[in-house]
């Protein structure tokens, strides 16, 4: 599966932005979705994740209660919803896929990854 990020974009503290993770070559909907970022100088990280129905999500301490993960398994694409965003939310996002029914909440399970969009919150 082929999987292109989107979304990223500059935004002030406080702001909202959606990304979107679209699957091109696969259907989707057999692939647990999860997206990690990457800070200047910082470990890669993982943010949220979705099981293949959408029924069970998970999120990273930091994000909880900002973020929201999403999935239209007829549209094959995963969403992230980041809102009051903060400074320490730049990063570069990407997006990763396994076939799985669990749910990863760590790198190295996923096989797939899209290459990743820019996120920059100004203060």
């Known amino acids: 599966v082929q999987l292109q990020a989107s979304g990223g974009g500059l935004v002030q503290a406080g702001g909202s932005l959606r990304l979107s993770c679209a699957a091109s070559g696969r259907t989707l909907s057999y692939y647990a979705v999860a997206w990690f970022r990457q800070a200047p100088g910082k470990e890669r990280e993982f943010v949220a994740a979705?099981?293949?129905?959408?029924?069970?999500?998970y999120y990273a301490d930091s994000v909880k209660g900002r973020f929201s993960i999403s999935r239209n398994n007829a549209q094959n694409t995963v969403y992230l919803q980041m809102n009051n965003l903060k400074p320490e939310d730049t990063a570069v996002y990407s997006c990763?896929?396994?076939?799985?029914?669990?749910?990863?909440?760590?790198?190295?399970?996923?096989?797939?990854w899209g290459q990743g969009t820019h996120v920059t919150v100004s203060s």
């Open positions: 979705i099981n293949r129905s959408g029924g069970v999500t």
């Open positions: 990763a896929a396994k076939r799985t029914s669990m749910v990863p909440t760590t790198l190295h399970p996923y096989h797939y």
